[in-house]
């Protein structure tokens, strides 16, 4: 029976891993055990004659409340007073869905304002020319 290639699992840049398995593995990981925030996964195969692979798989968890705000965005350019409005909801757990507080409310973007005025504008234009034409 041919040897199987030896697989090890890291977390960021820890120096044990969470996992030292056999390939080919299904493997489940718990990102309840991890802080919100950017992690790397780390995966090292060894084969049978010593050769080594790395593979790295950069995520991020985020299992704590979500945060939704609106007024500013990352690396704005800011002056004066700032409205901002901040939302914080937690997501329950894959048996239970939180409702209550899970929709931000937020403005109206411009988009729609200008498409309102080219209608009303389309509008009052197509009334002005049929209302021109001279019917015999």
């Known amino acids: ?33 991890l802080v919100d925030g950017k992690h790397c996964l780390k995966i090292v195969s060894r084969d049978p004659s010593g050769k080594e692979g790395v593979r790295l798989i950069p995520f ?3 299992n704590g409340p979500a945060i939704d ?14 409205p901002i409005m901040i939302n ?17 409310p937020q403005s109206i973007p411009y988009w729609i304002f200008v498409l309102i005025i080219i209608f009303i504008a389309w509008g009052i234009y197509v009334e002005v020319v049929s209302s021109s034409v001279n019917l015999f």
Do not use: H, W
């Open 1 to 33: 029976m041919a040897e199987k290639s030896s697989i090890y699992i890291f977390i960021d840049d820890e120096t044990t891993p969470i996992a030292a398995l056999q390939s080919p593995v299904n493997f489940e990981l718990d990102t309840t055990k």
């Open 60 to 62: 991020e968890v985020r």
């Open 69 to 82: 705000i609106e007024g500013i965005r990352e690396e704005a350019v800011v002056d004066g007073i700032v």
């Open 88 to 104: 914080a909801y937690g997501k329950g757990d894959a048996k239970n869905f939180l409702i209550v507080g899970s929709e931000t």
